[in-house]
Structure formats: structure tokens, C-alpha cells
């Protein structure tokens, strides 16, 4: 079993800055795939970003490309979501998923994700 927390949400102005981590512990051995997902009220649950094992590669969904950044530190078990210029549209609960991967597809659909965090609420002011 993988357990994953998340954390660095919180209340933030539109157009400022919030940092979520995503730390995992357990049986955290492999490759994997980590995911960051995000579920407003009354909506489903979507995709925000992707990163691979190496962290060479990413992927992001159209709503955040060129103001999120996902990125990982391995050696700690933790991934990142840098979020810059956000929007009262960005307010949502954060999670962030892990699946276990040897190859280069980023999953984006949540079904295909192993594991999951708690969720981080994020709430945008306008």
C-alpha cells in the first residue's frame, strides 16, 4: 500500500501563488506516475497534470498550461504543483495520484490511477 498526503492549500487572491506538495510513504518502490487531479463542488473530478517516473516528461491539461508546473523530487517521495496567476476558476480540492508505471504514458482519466491523497482545498478570491 502507497499513502498520500497532500498539502499547501489554502485561501489565495486571484492572480497569486499557492505550492502544493504531495508526499508518499509506504511500499513506495517503482516506477510510477504522479498525478494531480482537481474537484470542484458539484463537478467531476479532472485532470490537471502529469509527470513520469524521470520527471523529464509532463503533461497538463489546456485550463493550467503556462501556470502550473508539476515536477518531483524522488529522493524525498514527493511531487510538486507550483500554481502562479490563479483564477477564482482554479478553486477546487486538490488531489494528487500515484500509479505504478514502467512505461511513458501519462494517464490523464482517474480510473487508471492506483492510488490516492486526501484532497487540498485551494480557494481563489476575485
Known amino acids: 500500500q502507497v499513502q498520500l498526503v497532500e498539502s499547501g492549500g489554502g485561501l489565495v487572491q486571484a492572480g497569486g501563488s499557492l505550492r502544493l506538495s504531495c508526499a508518499a510513504s509506504g511500499r513506495t518502490v517503482g516506477s510510477n506516475v504522479m498525478g494531480w487531479f482537481r474537484q470542484a463542488p458539484g463537478k467531476e473530478r479532472d485532470f490537471v497534470a502529469a509527470?513520469?517516473?524521470?520527471?523529464?516528461?509532463?503533461y497538463y491539461a489546456d485550463s493550467v498550461k503556462g501556470r502550473f508546473t508539476i515536477s518531483r523530487d524522488n529522493a524525498k517521495n514527493t511531487v510538486y504543483l507550483q500554481m502562479n496567476s490563479l483564477e477564482p476558476e482554479d478553486t477546487a480540492v486538490y488531489y494528487c495520484?500515484?500509479?505504478?508505471?514502467?512505461?511513458?504514458?501519462?494517464?490523464?482519466?482517474?480510473?487508471?490511477?492506483?492510488?490516492w491523497g486526501q484532497g487540498t482545498q485551494v480557494t481563489v478570491s476575485s
Open positions: 495520484a500515484r500509479k505504478y508505471s514502467v512505461s511513458t504514458y501519462l494517464p490523464t482519466r482517474s480510473h487508471e490511477y492506483d492510488y
Open positions: 509527470i513520469s517516473w524521470s520527471g523529464i516528461r509532463t
